[in-house]
């Protein structure tokens, strides 16, 4: 049995069932998709702050972020955080594509790779890939030991194909 991706708000994507039914667009005005676009911009914009950009009170401002979040739109807020500075300056992009027999592992080998200290994100795909691992490493030894030995040596595992990150720029679009 094949799973597929839902989301928790604290730890990310984790496969759990056959078909995820299709979520229903929450409505949002245009005052929603601009505070929207200033918190994606930077999250830890105070309330009165993100009022006053978006031309309405803060009590108003306030009760839309809530709502916000309450309809799931607002997932959660996150730190944005420079991997160069904490010791890993090497990013890549690897893509993982198991074996047809290891279909019913996908839980589990989610689990297992998302709980690495190298992978930032992990993302499920549909097409010729599986998964799609945002990870970080010192240097290319140590990317090439996650590769090899948390990657490669599982049987489940049927290819990999790293790409390295020469540098990352964050969209200005909210997704709106």
């Known amino acids: 049995m094949s799973e597929f991706p839902s989301t928790t708000a604290a730890a990310g994507p984790i496969p759990t069932k056959d078909v995820r039914p299709a979520r229903e667009p929450v409505t949002t005005d245009e005052v929603d998709r601009r505070i929207l676009t200033v918190l994606a911009r930077d999250a830890r914009t105070p309330n009165n702050a993100v009022a006053a950009e978006v031309g309405v009170a803060p009590s108003t401002c306030l ?10 739109v607002i997932r959660g807020y996150h730190a ?20 047809s027999g290891a279909r019913g592992r996908l839980r589990s ?15 499920f795909l549909a097409g010729g890939d599986d998964f799609l691992l945002d990870v970080t490493a010192v240097d290319v030894a140590d990317l090439r030991d996650f590769v090899v030995e948390e990657l490669s040596a599982y049987p489940e595992v049927a290819s990999t194909e790293t790409n390295l990150v020469f540098e990352h720029v964050r969209g200005t679009a909210a997704g709106l």
Do not use: K
């Not at 009760?63 to 799931?72: F, H, N, P, T, V």
């Not at 944005?80 to 074996?99: I, Y």
């Not at 080998?109 to 930032?120: L, W």
């Open 80 to 99: 944005d955080l420079d991997p160069a500075a904490l010791g890993r300056p090497l990013q890549a992009l690897v893509s993982v594509r198991l074996s």
């Open 63 to 72: 009760a839309r972020m809530r709502a916000l979040r309450d309809s799931g």
């Open 109 to 123: 080998f989610t689990d297992r790779i998302r709980a690495r200290p190298e992978v930032r994100s992990v993302y």
